[in-house]
């Protein structure tokens, strides 16, 4: 099965301002996401995402390199009907109402008007947005649109569905919806290449991530691999022990808060963890939780990004 994006070589070089300065915004970039992927495109504000990704749909043209989906070159206007598209910053005709909307992207794809009246309700019911199938578009708010953007771009019932930014505007109830729809893409075996700013939703769903920076690939692989597995502290919280018992503790571990009847007391080694549960336990207090700390994406992303950045500056 081929993949269902490859590029290879892929750059794309822009002329600014009055005296046409040479802006290259992507560098070369050569990657593959494979069929029945859930892949993160990340990167920081002007990393040369949002220029790849429409390099990709066939929206701009690159300077050099090539680009391939489902197999096809990116530049077959066939493909297209295969795909799902959701861009960063969409125009709706505010006009329309959410199911007129809808109705005339399925026109567009030639669906058959009985298919396109029951898809359009599976849509609307997916994504959330059912009552408001007859309200016009310029009186949804940005979570609403970003909804009906997003049944938009299934409404083909595309392979492969690439969407860009896709939680932008949506409260934390909205974000855990379209991850959860994310997830039900990729169980039906589609393919979903998103770029998003909101790394803790990647960490929970993605198969795999690439990093963008100053428009070259700084980093690609499945999470497991690219976050260390090392326990970076260990947080042990605990109650019934106060004053003079705290101080003792307080003599050879550093990192202590208080809140409340709850102490929080954090170490690094495992042997220490040992020791301080064993002492509270012995001067008969409760431990109510130990939590190990390992490196997060989001740690791991700022790390990537900043060393990119002073080797530039070096």
């Known amino acids: 099965m081929p993949a269902a994006i490859k590029i290879e070589g892929l750059n794309k070089i822009f002329r600014v301002g009055f005296w046409g300065r040479r802006f290259e915004a992507v560098k070369d970039l050569d990657f593959e996401v494979g069929a029945g992927e859930l892949f993160g495109f990340l990167g920081p504000n002007g990393a040369g995402k949002t220029t790849t990704i429409k390099m990709i749909m066939g929206l701009l043209y690159p300077t050099r390199g090539q680009a391939w989906i489902l197999g096809k070159n990116s530049r077959d206007v066939a493909i297209r009907a295969r795909v799902g598209y959701l861009p960063e910053s969409p125009y709706f005709y505010d006009h329309l109402k959410g199911a007129e909307f809808l109705d005339f992207y399925g026109k567009l794809f030639a669906i058959p008007a009985p298919k396109r009246r029951k898809k359009i309700g599976e849509l609307l019911e997916l994504v959330g947005i059912t009552r408001a199938a007859d309200l016009p578009l310029r009186k949804y708010s940005k979570g609403m649109l970003q909804r009906i953007g997003l049944a938009q771009a299934l409404i083909n019932d595309p392979e492969l569905i690439v969407l860009d ?92 808060l208080q809140d409340g009847a709850l102490t929080r007391a954090r170490v690094e080694k495992e042997d220490d963890k040992d020791r301080i549960i064993s002492w509270i336990l012995k001067e008969k207090g409760r431990v109510d939780s130990v939590l190990s700390h390992r490196e997060s994406l989001e740690e791991y992303f700022l790390g990537q990004v900043d060393i990119n950045n002073a080797d530039k500056r070096g």
């Open 165 to 256: 930014e896709p939680m932008t505007g949506l409260d934390p109830v909205g974000r855990r919806e379209i991850r959860d729809i994310i997830l039900k893409l990729k169980q039906e075996g589609k393919t979903v290449f998103f770029s998003t700013h909101i790394l803790p939703d990647v960490e929970m769903i993605c198969d795999r991530i690439a990093i963008l920076n100053q428009g070259r690939l700084v980093n690609i692989g499945p999470l497991g691999s690219l976050l260390s597995p090392r326990v970076k502290y260990y947080e042990i919280s605990f109650s019934g022990l106060a004053g003079e018992k705290l101080k003792d503790l307080s003599a050879w571990v550093s990192n202590i």
